[in-house]
């Protein structure tokens, strides 16, 4: 029996091999290759451009760790925005609270079409009624919207391509503009080991619109490049090492795999090597 391999390279020395047991779709969008496969050991497998965005087995650490931290560092919840994230599991995350509307904001509408064909365990975000998703750049819409948020999530791809605009100084400081005063806004921020330089510019800009109240933190998915992932998160006229919602905490703990309250402080301790980049 022929074996179909998938690997995702990390440069030109390394990779991330899987297993396949059916190419379930490949299309090419307006802005890049998208494929979903099944892999053996870690099931549906969602690929941009080559890159894997998220698996079956291990998006749960992702998700929570993008949305968990932040939420419960939250004086109100009455809006939240979410930059990308067209697979709906940022969004599955958020709708696990009260938040009155959950806006996305997802540049290539083939990758939200597939999520709700193919991966009804992310997609299933988009079946709450308070989330609105719509087709756009995320870029034009925190330079023009009117609206302000609690919380904003960018859950982007890597910098470059579609994601570009979204590591980048002048965004982030339109990302502040539409914060509430005690809001906060978390971003995916790459890993140190293949891709310092990108972490570094998600950290070093997001300092030149939020200033000292930025904070990096990080989670543990084995199927993104080194399996350390990295979070940058800046917050307005709160003190996020003060406060944690425990009551909305014991609400939602029997809904996560990954975060707790142990986690929710140590994610924060970063390693020194990590520490020396910033
Ligand atoms: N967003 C972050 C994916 C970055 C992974 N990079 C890579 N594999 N080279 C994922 C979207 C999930 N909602």
């Not at 079956?56 to 968990?68: C, G, L, W």
């Not at 939200?112 to 998703?133: H, M, P, Q, W």
């Not at 293949?194 to 543990?220: E, H, I």
């Amino acid at each position: 029996d022929p074996e179909i391999w998938f690997t995702e390279k990390y440069g030109n020395n390394v990779g991330l091999t899987f297993k396949v047991k059916e190419i379930l779709n490949t299309q090419i969008s307006k802005y890049q290759r998208l494929d979903i496969i099944d892999t053996y050991e870690f099931g549906k497998v969602m690929l941009l451009d080559g890159l894997v965005m998220l698996t079956q087995k291990d998006e749960f650490v992702y998700h929570e760790m993008i949305s968990a931290p932040a939420v419960m560092s939250l004086k109100n919840r009455n809006k939240a925005l979410i930059i990308g994230g067209g697979d709906g599991g940022t969004a599955r995350e958020l709708t696990k609270y009260d938040f009155d509307k959950i806006i996305e904001v997802e540049i290539d509408e083939v990758v939200v079409e597939n999520s709700k064909k193919f991966l009804d365990f992310t997609a299933c975000g988009y079946n709450d009624k308070r989330v609105e998703i719509i087709i756009g750049d995320g870029v034009e819409f925190v330079k023009n919207t009117n609206e302000k948020f609690d919380l904003v999530i960018i859950d982007s791809t890597d910098p470059f391509g579609a994601a570009e605009g979204l590591f980048s100084g002048e965004f982030y400081s339109n990302v502040y503009n539409i914060l509430n005063n005690d809001g906060i806004v978390v971003a995916q921020a790459e890993n140190p080991y293949y891709n310092p330089d990108w972490f570094l510019k998600s950290r070093r800009n997001m300092q030149k619109a939020f200033g000292l109240n930025t904070l990096n933190y990080c989670a543990f998915i084995p199927t993104y490049p080194s399996g350390m992932w990295l979070f940058s998160i800046g917050y307005k006229n709160i003190d996020l090492h003060d406060y944690f919602n425990e009551e909305l905490y014991k609400k939602n703990a029997n809904s996560y795999k990954y975060y707790n309250s142990q986690i929710h402080k140590a994610c924060f301790a970063l390693p020194q090597f990590v520490l020396k980049l910033i």
